[in-house]
């Protein structure tokens, strides 16, 4: 009897990124596997964007200064991850995350071509 393929695939995880994963996906209601993937997405428009890890990481770090600036709350984010996830949203909403992104790229694209000529 022959199985039909599917299209998913099994690969192994570091338990403290599970547990992570398992973490931020309860207030989004996602499964793990789902939060996994969401931030495979992410990773992958970083990427695609231009963006290294420590620019993507310093551009967020700079969101979330302001953000709270802007927005004082009382309540601390239970993690790192649901910080994370309130800045991006945050920022996502006023579309200020995606300026910067564009910015960013300019900025390193303009940085290449000086390397270069």
């Known amino acids: 009897m022959a199985s039909s393929p ?7 995880l570091p338990a403290e990124l599970v547990q992570q994963a398992r973490e931020a996906a309860q207030p989004m209601r996602r499964s793990v596997a789902g939060q996994v993937e969401y931030w495979a997405t992410l990773g992958r428009i970083v990427e695609h964007s231009g963006l290294t890890a420590q ?9 979330e200064i302001a953000a709270r600036r802007a927005r004082p709350s009382a309540d ?6 649901d910080a994370l996830l309130a800045q991006f949203m945050a920022v996502e909403n006023d579309a200020s995350l995606a300026q910067r992104v564009r910015e960013v790229v300019a900025s390193n694209r303009s940085k290449a071509g000086q390397r270069v000529a």
């Open 55 to 63: 620019e993507a990481q310093t551009a967020i770090a700079g969101y």
């Open 76 to 81: 601390k984010p239970a993690s790192q991850a």
């Open 6 to 12: 599917t299209s998913f695939a099994s690969v192994k």
